[in-house]
């Protein structure tokens, strides 16, 4: 069985690429990213360094695969339409192009909750939430512009690829090189402030039950089901984001947060500092956009009962364990 994993050595497309050595060990599995990687040269996986603006390279590595799994894509909340609009969505159909072409049968997409979010808190909606008509930053905007592409690609019989895209969100555990270095790195320096009443519940997903609704996904498409659809996936249970935060920065022997700034004033110094950044053309991205106040000052949870009906997607890492190991990770690693 051949799988190809795009950007295979980034977070979770190396825990996929883990889990199914583990699964298949005989397996052959092709990891196409940007950059080397010798620990999955390690494990036998071939490396293959490549972009996703690159066709016929996509087409070679996909040629007779089974299953790919399309994890690659630019995230962030900062930078030009251009920047998000060429790895997410021409990227994404150049993925397409070279499972129809190499005669894939199954394309699992790495989406995300931000194709729905248009501004406004969410509490608990499931899947037949619309795309909103206008998204707060570029990655939401060109991840949904992704997802209907590939979700339309399942329409197509005569194309062969059957599709599901999944959609994970605020992606956490050990290892994970962006939410909680960030979290943890502004905590240390004192410039973490609790966004509202500190009463916002948010899903989370621990990466371990990422990748075991990417398995999910795969065993559905291989018994004919669910085909054409995406899923919100979480570790099914909301948690108090800064109740959530303060847990594992106490773990970490870091002061808790207890200063407060309003939902409304966040979102006035992230409308000021993108204004200034965007100006003078400064480097890196502002240490506060009017994105980054919703998200850390309102709701944001989902319903994943289709996830669980559908795919038969069960979480296997518990929050609290979870939290622990990650402690443990990040006092072992120096995070």
């Known amino acids: 069985m051949k799988y190809v994993v795009t950007g295979g050595g980034g977070f979770i497309g190396s825990h996929i690429i883990k889990a199914l050595k583990t699964r298949e060990p005989e397996a052959d599995i092709v990891a196409y990213q940007r950059s080397a990687n010798k620990e999955l040269k390690q494990m036998g996986v071939a490396v293959v360094q490549g972009d996703l603006g690159d066709p016929a390279a996509l087409s070679r590595i996909c040629e007779g695969a089974d299953t790919v799994f399309?994890?690659?894509?630019?995230?962030?909340?900062?930078?030009?339409?251009?920047?998000?609009?060429?790895?997410?969505?021409?990227?994404?159909?150049?993925?397409?192009?070279?499972?129809?072409?190499?005669?894939?049968?199954?394309?699992?997409?790495?989406?995300?909750?931000?194709?729905?979010?248009?501004?406004?808190?969410i509490r608990g909606e499931d899947e037949s939430l619309p795309y909103p008509e206008s998204w707060p930053f570029f990655y939401g905007h060109t991840k949904a512009l992704a997802e209907a592409s590939v979700l339309e690609a399942n329409q197509k019989p005569q194309q062969g690829v059957q599709t599901i895209a999944l959609r994970?969100?605020?992606?956490?555990?050990?290892?994970?090189?962006?939410?909680?270095?960030?979290?943890?790195?502004?905590?240390?320096?004192?410039?973490?402030?609790?966004?509202?009443?500190?009463?916002?519940?948010?899903?989370?997903?621990?990466?371990?039950?990422?990748?075991?609704?990417?398995?999910?996904?795969?065993?559905?498409?291989?018994?004919?089901?669910?085909?054409?659809?995406?899923?919100?996936?979480?570790?099914?249970?909301?948690?108090?984001?800064?109740d959530w935060i303060n847990m594992?920065?106490?773990?970490?022997?870091?002061?808790?947060?207890?200063?407060?700034?309003?939902?409304?004033?966040?979102?006035?110094?992230?409308?000021?500092?993108?204004?200034?950044?965007?100006?003078?053309?400064?480097?890196?991205e502002p240490p506060m956009t009017r994105f980054t106040a919703m998200q850390l000052g309102e709701d944001h949870w989902f319903n994943v009962s289709a996830a669980k009906d559908q795919l038969g997607?069960?979480?296997?890492?518990?929050?609290?364990?979870?939290?622990?190991?990650?402690?443990?990770?990040c006092k072992a690693a120096g995070v």
């Open 70 to 121: 399309h994890v690659a894509a630019r995230a962030g909340i900062w930078g030009s339409w251009e920047d998000f609009y060429q790895p997410n969505v021409i990227g994404t159909r150049n993925v397409l192009y070279a499972c129809n072409s190499g005669g894939v049968k199954h394309l699992i997409y790495t989406s995300t909750p931000s194709v729905v979010f248009g501004g406004k808190p």
């Open 168 to 242: 994970p969100h605020l992606v956490w555990g050990p290892g994970d090189p962006h939410i909680i270095p960030r979290v943890l790195q502004r905590a240390r320096a004192g410039r973490l402030r609790i966004v509202g009443d500190g009463s916002n519940r948010v899903d989370i997903t621990h990466v371990d039950n990422v990748v075991a609704g990417h398995l999910a996904a795969l065993g559905a498409l291989r018994e004919g089901r669910a085909g054409g659809r995406a899923f919100f996936l979480s570790d099914d249970k909301p948690v108090l984001l800064w």
């Open 248 to 284: 594992l920065l106490e773990g970490l022997d870091i002061p808790v947060i207890e200063k407060r700034v309003s939902l409304e004033t966040a979102q006035r110094i992230g409308g000021v500092l993108e204004w200034v950044y965007r100006t003078f053309r400064l480097k890196g």
């Open 313 to 329: 997607y069960r979480p296997v890492m518990d929050n609290e364990t979870g939290v622990r190991n990650l402690i443990e990770y």
